[in-house]
């Protein structure tokens, strides 16, 4: 009777502690802040990263989430009045983290009718009321300080844990070092966190050393590209994440067991621009053809993404497909890919003879079958519908399908340049419109080029016959491309091309 009554006390009392012992919950790491956080979206769409993007894979996620709620543009102000901090505040919970950094928009104007983004500089209570000539509304501008003190006081109401970071440098140097921003927002970060007791992280230094110690040459193409000073490549942003991680687990007690030993950091792969077409953009191994695929490559920023020019000479929209040459790019396309596709030479050849490479006129549902010698045989259908395919493959994975018009021949009837705008121009341009991708008339803008220079010069270009250009007419041709491409409006391809 003892025993049971023991028993029975013993289980009660598991119980009990049971019922008091709920499963803790993960706390989360909000980021805030503008481009250099995330840039665009976020997925490196122009080869620039914000360090925010590659935090996670130096903490443990067991033990913390991470969430990047930063946007490219905005400053201390307009993060607020844009109604972004809001949505971050109203998700904070007891035991949450929030990395706020702001500060590369904060010096622009702080009333025009581009931005309207800059604040008041220092970390007074000093305040400027306008009519907001960007918004129209009437508003009353703070100092920056005034704004990441509200930002952190906000914080703390909602039982979270706000840390300044400082801005990161941009890559300018005197003297063969870094400028610090430590005299304007830099040194406001840390006189506001100071003031108010919050921890904060001077990446502005931390990053600079590392920039240092790889010297003003080395920086360029490693952590950031020449043409852009303010944005760090995903090499740089990891870099900075790097830093960030390393200084919360010095500044924060709660992040000395959560940095991950020795991660393996997952830098993104370049995107890829595939060529598919024929022998007037293909590698012929020919002098006297070069297709302006091959020189193409000049015209693309090489660093930010990678060029393969897979055109295969004497095919046609139909050779290409059934012979098995777009089923091994379709393997490998992602969504972060480019597939430029210009065919239309070969398609005019013969459907049911020798080199089999016809396509049937137009862009509809026809078919045609097609015996061979072996008993096999093969549903031909029109230029269109297999143009249509390769496009259709592209969005398939997510990747971006341009459409091409091929290029002119050295032919000038009645002293113009030829051009088939009544059939493989007018066909290409009629499958991009149907399925709303890019479409570029090449043959119109390099014809519209022969033109100008005349057909003796334009002559020069092709040693071998009126279809296939040199080395000469190939770049000629190229840089027309690039420009053309250039030009695109609603195209991603536009930032990697010079």
């Known amino acids: 009777m003892n025993i049971s009554k023991q028993l029975i006390t013993s289980l009660f009392a598991l119980i009990l502690i049971g019922c008091g012992t709920s499963k803790k919950e993960t706390p989360t790491l909000f980021t805030v802040g503008d481009s250099t956080v995330k840039n665009g979206r976020g997925d490196g769409a122009d080869g620039l990263w914000g360090w925010g993007d590659f935090l996670e894979q130096y903490l443990d996620s067991t033990k913390i989430k991470v969430k990047n709620h930063a946007l490219g543009g905005t400053s201390s102000r307009t993060y607020i009045d ?30 025009d009718t581009i931005r309207a983004r800059g604040t008041i500089k220092g970390v007074g209570e000093e305040t400027e009321t306008i009519n907001n000539l960007l918004t129209g509304k009437h508003e009353t501008v703070h100092s920056y300080g005034w704004y990441l003190r509200k930002m952190v006081n906000e914080v703390k109401e909602a039982g979270g844990k706000p840390i300044l970071i400082t801005p990161i440098p ?45 010297g003003m040459e080395k920086v360029i193409n490693t952590y950031f590209y020449d043409w852009d000073a303010t944005h ?27 940095l991950l030993n020795n991660p393996d950091i997952q830098l993104p792969p370049k995107r890829t621009i595939y060529l598919i077409g024929d022998s007037t953009m293909a590698d ?17 920023d090489t660093l930010r993404v990678n060029v393969q020019n897979r055109a295969i000479g004497g095919r046609s929209s139909r ?42 006129p137009g862009t509809g549902k026809d078919t045609t079958h097609v015996a061979f010698a072996n008993d096999s045989t093969e549903v031909v259908h029109t230029f269109g519908w297999y143009l249509e395919q390769y496009v259709k493959d592209t969005k398939a994975a997510r990747a971006t399908p341009i459409l091409c018009s091929l290029t002119p021949r050295n032919e000038w009837p009645m002293g113009k340049v030829e051009q088939r705008k009544d059939s493989y121009i007018k066909w290409t341009k009629e499958i991009a419109l149907k399925n709303n991708v890019q479409f570029i008339d090449l043959s119109d803008s390099i014809a519209t080029a022969y033109q100008h220079l005349g057909a003796k010069k334009v002559a020069e270009f092709f040693p071998k016959d009126h279809t296939h250009t040199g080395l000469k007419g190939a770049q000629f041709n190229a840089s027309i491309a690039a420009k053309s491409l250039k030009q695109l409006k609603g195209c991603e391809i536009v930032y990697f091309i010079k």
Do not use: C
Request: cysteine-free.
């Open 284 to 300: 012929n191994n020919n002098d006297n053809a070069v297709g302006w695929g091959v020189p193409f490559v000049q015209f693309v």
């Open 82 to 111: 844009k109604g972004l901090w809001g949505p971050v505040l109203a998700e904070i919970k007891k035991g949450d983290f929030v990395l706020i950094q702001f500060g590369h928009n904060d010096d622009g104007p702080i009333n």
């Open 319 to 360: 050779t290409f497909m059934n012979q098995g040459h777009w089923n091994a790019i379709k393997q490998k396309l992602t969504p972060r890919d480019f597939v430029i596709i210009q065919f239309g030479h070969n398609d005019a050849g013969n459907i049911d003879k020798e080199k089999y490479r016809g396509s049937l």
């Open 170 to 214: 941009r890559n300018k140097w005197v003297n063969n070092t870094v400028i610090r921003n430590n005299s304007n927002y830099g040194g406001w970060v840390r006189q506001v966190a100071e003031e108010e007791k919050v921890p904060y992280l001077n990446l502005n230094n931390l990053l600079a050393l590392e920039m240092e110690k790889l």
């Open 232 to 258: 760090t490549n995903a090499k740089g942003a990891a870099v900075a994440a790097k830093l960030v991680a390393e200084s919360l687990q010095q500044k924060v007690s709660f992040f000395n067991d959560i």
